[in-house]
T-cell receptor
Framework: KQEVTQIPAALSVPEGENLVLNCSFT??????LQWFRQDPGKGLTSLLL?????REQTSGRLNASLDKSSGRSTLYIAASQPGDSATYLC????????FGGGTRVLVKP | GAVVSQHPSWVICKSGTSVKIECRSL??????MFWYRQFPKQSLMLMAT?????????EQGVEKDKFLINHASLTLSTLTVTSAHPEDSSFYIC???????????FGPGTRLTVT
């Protein structure tokens, strides 16, 4: 059974600092690894999807890496802004999509 | 493209009543639809997977007689919470499986509050 863990559970940084969010998964037999953003009371916004054959994906200030062999993915957000405050979820796609518990991010102005 | 809508976005119902949540794929055909539940400050948990025209597959611990799922067309799936109780209060999110393997497109969610 796939288990996905995100550390830390919460993170607070001053504006401008780079964010590093960690995600680990127990079963490396995945098709892809996805990162989502969720604002309070809202649905999911897809940020990045890394196929199992890829090592990283980039979109603007966001960069996500994937190391299947070690069961880890990292989401980097450069030059954080208050608008980046949200919960970030990673999810591993195997036979089903398994979500981590999320990291709640607060970027202070 | 790949937009999924849910209706209603929020609903309050009394204990013992039933409530239906609709999930629609607006610009693609979703052969498979997924239903998730999210309790406050927790992550999403898959409840069930439904394929158009067939019975849904429920995850372990999810009562199929309580959470009725119908996937009658390639663009519509419904989740009916029967005889709702306060512990069923949660955020319910659906997703539709698109053309590319193992990609899901998520709806905006429905907040259910049972009083």
């Amino acid at each position: 059974k796939q288990e996905v863990t995100q550390i830390p559970a919460a993170l607070s940084v001053p504006e401008g600092e780079n964010l590093v969010l960690n995600c680990s998964f127990t079963d490396s037999a995945i098709y892809n690894l996805q990162w989502f953003r969720q604002d309070p009371g809202k649905g999911l916004t897809s940020l990045l999807l890394i196929q199992s054959s890829q090592r990283e994906q980039t979109s603007g200030r966001l960069n996500a890496s994937l190391d299947k062999s070690s069961g880890r993915s990292t989401l980097y957000i450069a030059a954080s802004q208050p608008g980046d405050s949200a919960t970030y979820l990673c999810a591993a796609q195997g036979n089903k999509l398994t979500f981590g518990g999320g990291t709640r991010v607060l970027v202070k102005p | 493209g790949a937009v999924v809508s849910q209706h209603p976005s929020w609903v309050i119902c009394k204990s013992g009543t039933s409530v239906k949540i609709e999930c629609r794929s607006l610009d693609f055909q979703a052969t498979t639809m997924f239903w998730y539940r999210q309790f406050p400050k927790q992550s999403l948990m898959l409840m069930a997977t439904s394929n158009e025209g067939s019975k849904a597959t429920y995850e372990q611990g999810v009562e199929k007689d309580k959470f009725l799922i119908n996937h009658a067309s390639l663009t519509l799936s419904t989740l009916t919470v029967t005889s709702a109780h306060p512990e069923d209060s949660s955020f319910y999110i659906c997703s539709g499986g698109g053309d590319r393997a193992y990609e899901q497109y998520f709806g905006p969610g429905t907040r259910l509050t049972v009083t």
